[in-house]
């Protein structure tokens, strides 16, 4: 594809540089607005385009395009190929996706550079082609692209991050390994919001006992320390059963999982041997407990109670994960017995909309950009009043484009997100101001569409 044409030469791709730009009157506009320099970035990603989607893991990849899984190649899938993976690409392609499904989230977690494309983008995608993949913004392009256009890593996440105007922002990792810990650690999380204690499993698949998580529980703490770490117990699902849990009931999205497993005497002795550990690690490390899929604040004093006996002489903050929206609604009552809240959007997004996460078919159904989502997390914010400052976020949605000046606009201020997003949301955090997103999330909630929601946050409507 031809390079354009710029202050009447033409491009070779490379972004223009003092030194670079022989015409005077192109170098005065760019030392007079530096702005311009990123404008013709984005001219560039355009120019040498092979299709732009929705970015969901930030990175850069480089590599053949191909449809089988290859180390050093990048990976064009939908859901079902993805579900099946047991080697990592270097970037991946998806198509048919179901943005909050585990499978997906897996790249998340190992910070797989990844963009979202409809299905006709992937078809005209050509095996085999050289491509570079910017996972930060949606875009998979030409293998000439320059590297001066592609998206930038941001620094670390600064030690007390603010918005613009003063408003202290905490961003928490979510992690499943002591790698991710340690790098979560390096790039300046303020703590460790989530470890996925159900991805911490046995090379053997034997049933987990009090020694493997003294092991697998310690080795995360020890990597994250100093650095607060919440845990979540166990939180079983039906994607997510392990094969120790294979003869567990498959009861669907909105049956037994989470804590409602919690009474199953398999799954039980795994708990037992969870809370024996954190018992053995409390004293030397800080450790919070979160417990997933509550409903009612008398089962959080339940769990309450049994998570102090088993830790004592720790007395660990133990908080409830709210994952549908009748909980969320009675968030002041949780907030009344517990210092932590956690939300857990992934599964309050299927609750709210009555879609299965895990099939793309209705996907659509769970749009990340429709504003009830948004009005109905401006209602929570406004019910949890004061206490709005101990709710953690967690899940897919602060990471998605466009999305968190929403969120910090109506009012939340922590978030637990992968290791892969840190350094870009607070890159964001930086750029914003209370009143700025004030007014954003005002908008977003007031719109009638997905689509108005995408104009207002500066996206393209089509993805």
Same mark, same amino acid.
């Given at each position: 594809?031809?390079?354009?044409?710029?202050?009447?030469?033409?491009?070779?791709?490379?972004?223009?540089?003092? &030194?670079?730009?022989?015409?005077?009157?192109?170098?005065?506009?760019?030392?007079?607005?530096?702005?311009?320099?990123?404008?013709?970035?984005?001219?560039?990603?355009?120019? =040498?385009?092979?299709?732009?989607?929705?970015?969901?893991? $930030?990175?850069?990849? !480089?590599?053949?395009?191909?449809?089988?899984?290859?180390?050093?190649?990048?990976? #064009? /899938?939908?859901? =079902?190929?993805?579900?099946?993976? &047991?080697?990592?690409?270097?970037?991946?392609?998806?198509?048919? /996706?179901?943005?909050?499904?585990?499978?997906?989230?897996?790249?998340?977690? !190992?910070?797989?550079?990844?963009?979202?494309?409809?299905?006709?983008?992937?078809?005209?995608?050509? =095996?085999?082609?050289?491509?570079?993949?910017?996972?930060?913004?949606?875009?998979? *392009?030409?293998?000439?692209?320059?590297?001066?256009?592609?998206?930038?890593?941001?620094?670390?996440?600064?030690?007390?991050?603010?918005?613009?105007?003063?408003?202290?922002? +905490?961003?928490?990792?979510?992690?499943?390994?002591?790698?991710?810990?340690?790098?979560?650690?390096?790039?300046?999380?303020?703590?460790?919001?989530?470890?996925?204690?159900?991805?911490?499993?046995?090379?053997?698949?034997?049933?987990?006992?009090?020694?493997?998580?003294?092991?697998?529980?310690?080795?995360?703490?020890?990597?994250?320390?100093?650095?607060?770490?919440?845990?979540?117990?166990?939180? #079983?699902?039906?994607?997510?059963? $392990?094969?120790?849990?294979? /003869?567990? $009931?498959?009861?669907?999205?909105?049956?037994?999982?989470?804590?409602?497993?919690?009474?199953?005497?398999?799954?039980?002795?795994?708990?037992?041997?969870?809370?024996?550990?954190?018992?053995?690690?409390?004293?030397?490390?800080?450790?919070?407990?979160?417990? $997933?899929?509550?409903? &009612?604040?008398?089962?959080?004093?339940?769990?309450?109670?049994?998570?102090?006996?088993?830790?004592?002489?720790?007395?660990?903050?133990?908080?409830?994960? *709210?994952?549908? +929206?009748?909980?969320?609604?009675?968030?002041?009552?949780?907030?009344?017995?517990?210092?932590?809240?956690?939300?857990?959007?992934?599964?309050?997004?299927?609750?709210?909309?009555?879609?299965?996460?895990?099939?793309?078919?209705?996907?659509?159904?769970?749009?990340?950009?429709?504003?009830?989502?948004?009005?109905?997390?401006?209602?929570?914010? !406004?019910?949890?009043?004061?206490?709005?400052?101990?709710?953690?976020?967690?899940?897919?949605?602060?990471?998605?484009?466009?999305?968190?000046?929403?969120? #910090?606009? *109506?009012?939340?201020? &922590?978030?637990?997100?992968?290791?892969?997003?840190?350094?870009?949301?607070?890159?964001?955090?930086?750029?914003?101001?209370?009143?700025?997103?004030?007014?954003?999330? =005002?908008?977003?909630?007031?719109?009638?569409?997905?689509?108005?929601?995408?104009?207002?946050?500066?996206?393209?409507?089509?993805?």
């Amino acid at each position: 594809m031809a390079n354009p044409v710029v202050a009447g030469r033409r491009w070779d791709g490379r972004m223009p540089s003092l &030194t670079d730009a022989q015409d005077s009157r192109t170098r005065r506009l760019i030392v007079a607005d530096p702005s311009v320099a990123t404008r013709l970035k984005a001219m560039s990603q355009v120019f =040498e385009e092979l299709a732009r989607g929705l970015g969901y893991v $930030p990175g850069i990849a !480089r590599g053949r395009i191909r449809r089988t899984v290859h180390a050093d190649a990048i990976l #064009l /899938a939908n859901h =079902e190929v993805l579900r099946s993976l &047991t080697t990592w690409p270097a970037g991946c392609i998806l198509t048919e /996706a179901a943005p909050f499904s585990h499978a997906s989230i897996a790249l998340l977690s !190992r910070g797989v550079p990844t963009v979202i494309l409809d299905a006709d983008q992937g078809h005209r995608l050509v =095996e085999g082609t050289p491509a570079v993949l910017d996972g930060a913004a949606g875009g998979v *392009l030409q293998a000439s692209i320059h590297p001066d256009a592609l998206t930038p890593e941001p620094p670390p996440v600064p030690r007390s991050l603010q918005t613009r105007d003063g408003e202290r922002v +905490a961003l928490r990792v979510s992690v499943r390994t002591a790698k991710a810990a340690c790098c979560a650690r390096e790039q300046g999380a303020a703590a460790v919001g989530l470890v996925r204690s159900e991805f911490l499993l046995p090379a053997d698949d034997r049933v987990p006992d009090k020694g493997f998580y003294v092991q697998a529980f310690g080795d995360i703490l020890a990597a994250a320390a100093p650095l607060s770490v919440t845990i979540r117990l166990l939180d #079983l699902a039906p994607d997510k059963h $392990p094969a120790w849990a294979a /003869a567990l $009931p498959k009861t669907g999205p909105l049956g037994r999982h989470g804590s409602r497993l919690y009474d199953d005497p398999l799954v039980r002795s795994v708990l037992d041997a969870q809370l024996a550990a954190l018992a053995e690690l409390c004293p030397r490390y800080p450790v919070r407990v979160l417990i $997933p899929n509550l409903a &009612t604040a008398a089962a959080l004093a339940r769990w309450q109670r049994v998570v102090s006996a088993a830790a004592r002489p720790c007395d660990p903050v133990v908080g409830p994960m *709210l994952e549908t +929206a009748g909980a969320a609604l009675m968030v002041d009552r949780f907030l009344a017995q517990s210092a932590l809240v956690g939300i857990g959007l992934n599964d309050l997004m299927q609750s709210l909309y009555g879609a299965d996460r895990d099939v793309p078919q209705v996907s659509d159904a769970l749009d990340p950009y429709a504003p009830g989502v948004y009005r109905f997390l401006g209602q929570v914010a !406004r019910i949890a009043g004061a206490g709005l400052e101990r709710i953690q976020l967690c899940g897919i949605l602060p990471q998605l484009p466009g999305v968190l000046p929403v969120l #910090l606009g *109506l009012g939340y201020r &922590t978030f637990s997100v992968d290791v892969a997003h840190a350094r870009y949301l607070a890159q964001t955090v930086a750029t914003r101001t209370c009143a700025q997103d004030r007014a954003l999330a =005002e908008a977003v909630t007031a719109a009638g569409s997905a689509r108005e929601v995408k104009g207002l946050m500066g996206l393209a409507a089509d993805h």
